[in-house]
């Protein structure tokens, strides 16, 4: 009984919690409550009239299906009910009429319609098309097939009777709905991809910070291993902005109906831009998860390197979030980009760090390797660099070289002894071997190239894991620069949508305009 | 009048094509209607019947609303409409019975009970636990509502006619589900884990190919800029196995409905694993994600440069594509895999790579640019490498490189001038600059680097282009690498899945013993 006592307890601190954080779930619920009570205060009142004796059921049905969170959904679904409501109903008023006229074989007409209406209704709904009128189709049965069956002598006064009664159910919902605090779709997708905009600059910094001050996981958390929502923090903002596709379509679906309202006044406002602009951020928030997935890979570069690069990686990561977090903020008063470049100052901290990759690139390479090979001209003309990589493009070469990788080859090492693990003066390569968990999630294979059997270093192996690490800051630098050329992209999706949806002209803050004054 | 013909013509080929590619929803349709003729006949052969004379509604709304394509989601709604119906009946009549005690009060207890009920089951239908029960807490409130406000005399003989009408309703409708051409969601989540095993595999085949056949884009998909659903092959692939996610989870809810059937004879299925399992797949498919960005990224390496490692990048590619294919057939035919290590081959592949990345290094960086640096020593100790990082850490050293980089901003070129396009040698340049309508959809921004306003080129910037340029190749090879690392993720993941399914143990083909033999 305790344990009982203690989930109830649970589920209604769970309960409030919700509440708290959205207020608009419990204006929603009272809403409905209110919109019930409405109806039912009504077939009390009416109830000595004629035609409300019966069928009140259909008042409150309508409310029930009809009443929605939002504005859209509830017009959506109004808009359903309608057309299932009326085409289905003349349509089975004419079928009644031709039944009756074939006498004896009356029941039988109506069995193989409704088995006709059955089949066609429910086969056209499953078309990708319909998927929003689906609810439509579900009405259009059931108004068909009740009038077909039910057969009442007066039949005119019955559908007049459910007609008025679906009217009553519809009016209180619209009422109520639009009426009485409303709730828009059309701002629930708006919010979303504000929020999604600050999630994205909240992970790269994250993935910056992370990768700078050579903080690794000790042990990556299983979920992020089969992309299901973590509590990484840096991971749940770029997986949020990944995974809403299917909340921006439905919030879309509603957010067409919707009458213009608030900060959205105008006709066919660009909804559908809302989730082009989403998708272009999505496009970018890709790079982000990259760059997390060069954290999580275990090939990682030395902290050296990385304090090698510190600076321009810092800045270029640092730009990009302010370019997310700037754009995040026009859209959320939709106000219009100012006229200089945003992203100037990105594109110099990139080209910046691009230029500084190029210049200490020796720190990237193993120069001790190119001993097998003929080593590059020093300070030649550019001719002679091309000659060489068309030397190396001579099959014959490759060949031999492909073989002679093919007599060394790696040690199968599945188990790591931690007592070597000093041996290893790299960063990486301790902080690797450092989280013994993560051999029961993570790959076995890396340390194949790392240590042979009784702790005897084999130097190639150890050479080829050391390039890879250096590249791997390579690697991570050319995402990141990817990641800024991908911001040209989501500008212009702003922009399109900024002109589309006709937001304000930027307006000059004062302070700024002290400042340049 | 024609164009409405030949929309109708449209709709009516694209209807048929839907049933031919998915026979399973002609079946489903066929289902649906065969369940209202059998209702409809009940109801007709029944009229006499005390019962059945009011009310059939009931019968057909349960099948309409109950009635769904998987066998899970039935048995689910059947249940949330059994739940709510129960429930809801036992409470409206213990108020009933409260209300008539109030005398005068009577309405006004119904009202407000009416409304703390409208309110109550709104709020908490909102509660992401409790999604699966929303339909429960729709029928909830319908129940509750309409009893409570019927106020029929004989209160008993209505529910008792009620319940019997629902349960011929739900009868037919499980009987029809479950006996004809059953649909399981079970079967549908199986299959569609094997496809999105079977996407990214095409996917990560068409990205090393399009890759080493040195083909670009002459025009990226406005649709992948923006993350919608395009014709492009080795987009569609991974797109469909990262998008999964909410079917996925739809298709879970339904499974775990499902009782023991077909190939799936166990209770408590793990249909979770399955989920899991694409989980991890979506986990390596964000690198082949990643690498088609490397394809649609603007600095590309060379032709030449790709050629030089294009045995270890196709090997390493066909062998991760072979061992996702291997997992999606073992997973189909609902096999273990076999007791050698599946992933031998592409650890071996990717070593090799990386070997052929450490000594062909030098083909990855402008060595010219290091005149600016100490160049590396050549071929002394590692303590002399070490040592050398240690001294590039020096602040001194990296601020008066980032001062000279400030010094020589790049230049602005908004333009393009294609006359010059033939300047520059390297393949990747040219690719760029032909798709001159990329300019619309793509960025300016590496433009700034290779061309100076009327043609002169900048020596030093079309050096850091080269560089970038080079280094992707680096970045290609270290995305592969690290999508062959997640391998192992993704196999632990299947191991387990097989173990917990119970998976057959696999049986090896009498070719292969032949061979052995």
Same mark, same amino acid.
């Given at each position: 009984?305790?344990?009982?006592?203690?989930?109830?307890?649970?589920?209604?601190?769970?309960?409030?919690?919700?509440?708290?954080?959205?207020?608009?779930?419990?204006?929603?619920?009272?809403?409905?409550?209110?919109?019930?009570?409405?109806?039912?205060?009504?077939?009390?009142?009416?109830?000595?009239?004629?035609?409300?004796?019966?069928?009140?059921?259909?008042?409150?049905?309508?409310?029930?299906?009809?009443?929605?969170?939002?504005?859209?959904?509830?017009?959506?679904?109004?808009?359903?009910?309608?057309?299932?409501?009326?085409?289905?109903?003349?349509?089975?008023?004419?079928?009644?009429?031709?039944?009756?006229?074939? /006498? @004896?074989?009356?029941?039988? +007409?109506?069995? !193989?319609? $409704? *088995?006709?209406?059955?089949?066609?209704?429910?086969?056209? &709904? =499953?078309?990708?098309?319909?998927?929003?009128?689906?609810?439509?189709?579900?009405?259009?049965?059931?108004?068909?097939?009740?009038?077909?069956?039910?057969?009442?002598?007066?039949?005119?006064?019955?559908?007049?009777?459910?007609?008025?009664?679906?009217?009553? /159910? @519809?009016?209180?919902?619209? +009422?109520?709905? !639009?009426? $009485? *605090?409303?709730?828009?779709?059309?701002?629930?997708?708006? &919010? =979303?991809?504000?929020?999604?905009?600050?999630?994205?600059?909240?992970?790269?910094?994250?993935?910056?910070?992370?990768?700078?001050?050579?903080?690794?996981?000790?042990?990556?958390?299983?979920?992020?291993?089969?992309?299901?929502?973590?509590?990484?923090?840096?991971?749940?903002?770029?997986?949020?902005?990944?995974?809403?596709?299917?909340?921006?379509?439905?919030?879309?679906?509603?957010?067409?109906?919707?009458?213009?309202?608030?900060?959205?006044?105008?006709?066919?406002?660009?909804?559908?831009?809302?989730?082009?602009?989403?998708?272009?951020?999505?496009?970018?928030?890709?790079?982000?998860?990259?760059?997390?997935?060069?954290?999580?890979?275990?090939?990682?570069?030395?902290?050296?390197?990385?304090?090698?690069?510190?600076?321009?990686?810092?800045?270029?990561?640092?730009?990009?979030?302010?370019?997310?977090?700037?754009?995040?903020?026009?859209?959320?008063?939709?106000?219009?980009?100012?006229?200089?470049?945003?992203?100037?100052?990105?594109?110099?901290?990139?080209?910046?760090?691009?230029?500084?990759?190029?210049?200490?690139?020796?720190?990237?390479?193993?120069?001790?390797?190119?001993?097998?090979?003929?080593?590059?001209?020093?300070?030649?003309?550019?001719?002679?660099?091309?000659?060489?990589?068309?030397?190396?493009?001579?099959?014959?070469?490759?060949?031999?070289?492909?073989?002679?990788?093919?007599?060394?080859?790696?040690?199968?090492?599945?188990?790591y002894?931690p007592?070597n693990a000093?041996?290893s003066?790299?960063?990486?390569l301790s902080r690797w071997h450092s989280g013994e968990?993560?051999?029961?999630?993570?790959?076995?294979?890396?340390s194949?190239?790392s240590l042979?059997?009784?702790?005897?270093?084999?130097?190639?192996?150890?050479?080829?894991?050391?390039?890879?690490?250096?590249?791997?800051?390579?690697?991570?630098?050319?995402?990141?620069?990817?990641?800024?050329?991908?911001?040209?992209?989501?500008?212009?999706?702003?922009?399109?949508?900024?002109?589309?949806?006709?937001?304000?002209?930027?307006?000059?803050?004062?302070?700024?305009?002290?400042?340049?004054?």
């Amino acid at each position: 009984f305790l344990g009982w006592w203690r989930d109830v307890k649970g589920t209604a601190v769970g309960a409030f919690e919700m509440g708290r954080s959205d207020p608009r779930k419990v204006i929603f619920a009272a809403k409905m409550g209110a919109a019930l009570s409405l109806v039912s205060v009504l077939i009390f009142f009416r109830k000595s009239a004629s035609y409300f004796t019966l069928n009140h059921i259909w008042a409150i049905l309508t409310v029930i299906v009809v009443f929605e969170f939002s504005i859209g959904a509830t017009l959506n679904k109004g808009f359903n009910r309608a057309l299932g409501t009326l085409s289905a109903g003349a349509l089975a008023l004419g079928i009644a009429e031709l039944s009756k006229a074939t /006498g @004896a074989l009356h029941q039988v +007409v109506v069995v !193989v319609s $409704v *088995f006709l209406a059955g089949f066609l209704a429910s086969y056209l &709904k =499953l078309h990708p098309a319909m998927k929003q009128y689906e609810y439509g189709f579900r009405v259009f049965l059931l108004t068909f097939c009740i009038v077909l069956v039910s057969e009442t002598p007066d039949f005119l006064k019955t559908a007049v009777s459910r007609l008025l009664q679906i009217m009553v /159910g @519809a009016g209180v919902c619209l +009422v109520m709905n !639009v009426c $009485v *605090f409303p709730i828009w779709a059309g701002e629930d997708l708006h &919010k =979303l991809v504000v929020k999604n905009f600050r999630g994205v600059a909240t992970s790269l910094e994250g993935c910056i910070n992370m990768y700078l001050q050579c903080v690794g996981y000790s042990r990556i958390p299983s979920k992020i291993l089969v992309y299901q929502a973590a509590d990484d923090i840096l991971y749940k903002g770029y997986r949020a902005a990944v995974e809403s596709t299917s909340q921006e379509e439905s919030l879309l679906g509603f957010a067409v109906w919707e009458p213009p309202h608030g900060r959205y006044k105008m006709f066919r406002y660009p909804w559908s831009e809302y989730v082009k602009l989403s998708g272009a951020l999505r496009y970018c928030a890709f790079m982000v998860m990259a760059l997390h997935g060069s954290i999580l890979s275990e090939i990682q570069a030395s902290s050296d390197l990385r304090r090698a690069f510190s600076d321009g990686i810092r800045r270029a990561g640092v730009e990009g979030a302010k370019v997310l977090r700037l754009l995040g903020e026009k859209l959320e008063k939709m106000e219009k980009l100012n006229p200089e470049d945003p992203l100037q100052e990105v594109h110099d901290a990139a080209e910046n760090l691009q230029m500084m990759i190029d210049q200490k690139s020796y720190l990237l390479v193993n120069a001790e390797s190119w001993a097998i090979e003929k080593r590059p001209p020093n300070s030649e003309e550019q001719e002679q660099r091309q000659e060489l990589r068309e030397r190396v493009n001579k099959p014959s070469l490759v060949k031999s070289l492909s073989a002679l990788v093919h007599h060394n080859p790696a040690p199968i090492l599945p188990k790591y002894d931690p007592h070597n693990a000093n041996r290893s003066n790299s960063f990486s390569l301790s902080r690797w071997h450092s989280g013994e968990d993560m051999f029961k999630q993570q790959t076995v294979w890396p340390s194949r190239l790392s240590l042979l059997g009784d702790s005897i270093l084999n130097e190639r192996e150890v050479r080829t894991y050391e390039s890879a690490s250096a590249l791997s800051l390579a690697t991570f630098t050319s995402l990141l620069i990817e990641f800024v050329a991908r911001l040209q992209n989501l500008v212009n999706s702003f922009e399109e949508l900024s002109e589309k949806a006709k937001f304000r002209e930027p307006v000059e803050s004062t302070e700024t305009q002290m400042v340049v004054g």
